[in-house]
Nanobody
Framework: QVRLVQSGGGLVQSGGSLRLSCATSGAIFKFTTVDWYRQAPGKERDQVGVIAAEGTTTYADSVKGRFTISRDNARTTTHLQMNDLKPEDTAVYFC?????????WGQGTQVTVSS
């Protein structure tokens, strides 16, 4: 069974930093693409960025240059480093992967940025 367990997040002032982690089990992690999404109150869930199995990353324009996704294949964990946070980054953040046509999600982590 695939499981994604998130950690990190919390409350930070504008301009601050936070790091989210997503520990994965039940999938061959080193061959797996993992992405991060966020969902603000009353809004749809939007993709923040992706890290491919070989380590290539892509990001949404809104976070480019501020957020960095990395992966630790030995620990089957991905990280979302968020710098220069803004109030509009406030949302619940989710990690996600797809295996054999099924979607698997982390439990979600609240990130709140105060102005």
């Amino acid at each position: 069974q695939v499981r994604l367990v998130q950690s990190g997040g919390g409350l930070v002032q504008s301009g601050g930093s936070l790091r989210l982690s997503c520990a994965t089990s039940g999938a061959i992690f080193k061959f797996t693409t993992v992405d991060w999404y966020r969902q603000a109150p009353g809004k749809e869930r939007d993709q923040v960025g992706v890290i491919a199995a070989e380590g290539t990353t892509t990001y949404a324009d809104s976070v480019k240059g501020r957020f960095t996704i990395s992966r630790d294949n030995a620990r089957t964990t991905t990280h979302l480093q968020m710098n220069d946070l803004k109030p509009e980054d406030t949302a619940v953040y989710f990690c996600h992967l797809r295996k054999r046509g099924r979607d698997f999600w982390g439990q979600g982590t609240q990130v709140t940025v105060s102005s």
